[in-house]
């Protein structure tokens, strides 16, 4: 390789290592979502935990029928795996974010015929102590949202 | 400053080392395509999945460009990317035309992880690998180790076989640098997240034992839930966590701490899938980035050849 080309190669690379560095060190102590992937923050297990604090990694998800009754939705329902169910119903649920629920409720519904009329999420009953796990607490509401099915809505609005 | 930034990064390399990274990086993804995570089953299930849930990230809104800002493909298209990855890769492992192999190898399995984190979920072992297969796409990777190397050995009888511990070329080194200061950036943003996010309050000892029994309940993992009954044992493990991400660049600044970073961190990675289930085997295959290969070689090849007469100078004695 002659002189020339040989630094031409050398400055080519050098932008990409530069370039690929820079990105990681720009996202990696900024944004923390998945946009800019493969560049990425890693903020995993950032949050502090303290004695006696509820575990709130898992929760149960109730629907309320139209008929009174109840019935637990799991991720299997909704066609989810946990960690997508986690993302957008669980945590649309803290955030009050009817939108990205009611699309998931309007698919269920269709699917099984029920006529679902809200949300309920509670935690298991569990805290974390010194000595570990602190089990049969009584589960605590941590959300809830009305809803109701999408024809049920459409023929409101008829 | 361009004589020192090219004595750093350009400095002569044994191609060696550059080759097992690749064979090793190359044949893990192959093994996560093929067994372990078999991304083809998840696909399955989200080509199926509402609208509603589909949110593409950018850089797949940007591979999709020419089909439409927000295209989303079809799980037949997805499928034809997953074989396309899995010969390409096979390609790269073998190292035939390996730069185009690895080239492709890298886009498809961008690709089809790119689809997978665009449903809400994502997950962070995935990218230095990613960024690390790209960077041996551009480099001379396959020189050694490699069907190209024995093809063009053939090609050219009459040249003298180059010893492939020896061998060694300027472009050789710069992609495992990068790698290695890839890693200092993820383990310092992990030690800053934690920082801003706790602050004093992370390494407290609940903390990870919190976390310990969440994923221990959530993954069903006894050895996590056993362990979260030693508050004292945790806390320090919390502060062997910080100083070990916050002080990781002196294993890439001064090369014999790997003999303490790479253990540990392979101690870390292997503790956290065992007990947190999360799996960060990319991370630890790619710790080979800090491992001289070819110098380990020679070591040994030195030994062995220096075997026979340490053992006759063992009979005379």
């Known amino acids: ?158 | 400053m361009m004589s020192w930034w090219n004595r750093y990064w350009f400095a002569p390399a044994p191609y060696l080392d550059l080759a097992i990274v690749r064979i090793l990086a190359v044949a893990l993804q192959l093994l996560i395509l093929l067994v372990l995570f078999h991304p083809l089953s998840e696909v399955e299930r989200l080509a199926e999945a509402p609208a509603s849930l589909y949110d593409p990230i950018l850089l797949f809104n940007l591979m999709n460009l020419p089909l439409g800002w927000g295209f989303r493909p079809d799980y037949e298209v997805l499928q034809l990317v997953y074989y396309l990855a899995l010969a390409a890769g096979f390609l790269s492992l073998v190292g035939l035309l390996t730069n185009m192999s690895l080239v492709l190898f890298t886009l498809a399995n961008v690709y089809l992880q790119a689809f997978l984190y665009s449903f809400g979920d994502f997950h962070h072992p995935q990218a230095v690998m990613m960024v690390a297969l790209g960077l041996l796409a551009l480099s001379p990777s396959g020189r050694v180790l490699s069907l190209d190397g024995w093809l063009r050995r053939r090609r050219h009888p009459d040249q003298p076989a180059a010893d492939p511990l020896e061998a060694a070329s300027p472009f050789a080194r710069w992609p495992l640098l990068v790698v290695q200061w890839f890693f200092v950036l993820m383990y310092l943003s992990a030690v800053f997240m934690k920082a801003t996010a706790s602050g004093h309050d992370w390494a407290n000892g609940f903390t990870l034992q919190c976390y310990l029994l969440q994923d221990g309940l959530r993954w069903d993992s006894p050895l996590a839930l056993w362990l979260a009954q030693y508050h004292s044992l945790i806390l320090f493990a919390q502060y062997v966590v910080v100083v070990f991400q916050a002080t990781f660049a002196l294993a890439v600044v001064f090369p014999r701490l790997r003999w303490i970073y790479v253990p540990v961190g392979l101690g870390l990675h292997a503790g956290i899938y065992l007990t947190l289930t999360a799996p960060f085997f990319q991370w630890m295959v790619l710790y080979a980035v800090f491992i001289p290969w070819a110098e380990a070689a020679k070591r040994a090849r030195r030994w062995l050849a220096d075997t026979p007469a340490r053992v006759s100078a063992g009979r005379l004695e």
């Open chain 1, 1 to 158: 390789m002659n002189g020339q080309a040989g630094h031409r190669r050398f400055a080519l690379i050098s932008v990409v290592i530069v370039t690929v560095l820079s990105l990681q060190a720009l996202v990696g102590f900024s944004y923390t979502g998945v946009q800019t992937w493969p560049f990425m923050a890693y903020p995993m297990y950032r949050g502090a935990h303290y004695d006696g604090e509820r575990l709130r990694y898992d929760f149960t998800v109730y629907a309320e029928l139209d008929d009174s009754s109840e019935v637990v939705i799991t991720p299997e329902d909704l066609g989810l795996s946990w960690w997508a169910f986690r993302e957008n119903v669980v945590h649309a649920l803290y955030r009050n974010d009817r939108a990205v629920v009611q699309g998931l409720i309007d698919a269920h519904c269709e699917r099984t015929g029920q006529r679902i009329v809200g949300l309920r999420m509670e935690d298991l009953g569990r805290a974390v102590s010194r000595d570990g796990l602190v089990e049969g607490l009584p589960p605590e509401v941590v959300a809830s949202m009305s809803v109701t099915c999408e024809d049920e809505r459409e023929g409101s609005a008829r």
